[in-house]
């Protein structure tokens, strides 16, 4: 499910339309991350949780490290689809 939180996360950060989510949803098919209901509160966990590891790595360059706290913040706010 990561690779989908991540997906999610970056068709929001770039302002992509949603369009895209569904689109990738139909070609995903009905791989193992696709069965059942997936809350978009899931999704939104594991977008934090990669970026929580990015903060770590970026401890060290204060700007990065800025830039990632100010993603976390963003992501807070963001509501997530379900998945399909």
């Known amino acids: 499910l990561l690779d989908l939180a991540w997906l999610a996360w970056t068709l929001r950060w770039r ?6 989510w569904h689109a990738f949803g139909g070609g995903y098919g ?11 509160d899931a999704l939104r966990q594991l977008a934090i949780g990669q970026i929580a590891m990015i903060l770590v ?3 060290p360059n204060a700007a990065a ?12 706010e963001r ?3 379900t998945v399909f």
């Open 15 to 20: 302002k992509l339309p949603d369009t895209l």
């Open 30 to 40: 009905s791989g193992p991350a696709a069965h059942g209901d997936v809350a978009s």
């Open 57 to 59: 790595r970026s401890q």
């Open 65 to 76: 490290f800025a830039e990632w706290q100010r993603r976390a913040w963003w992501t807070l």
């Open 79 to 81: 509501e997530f689809p």
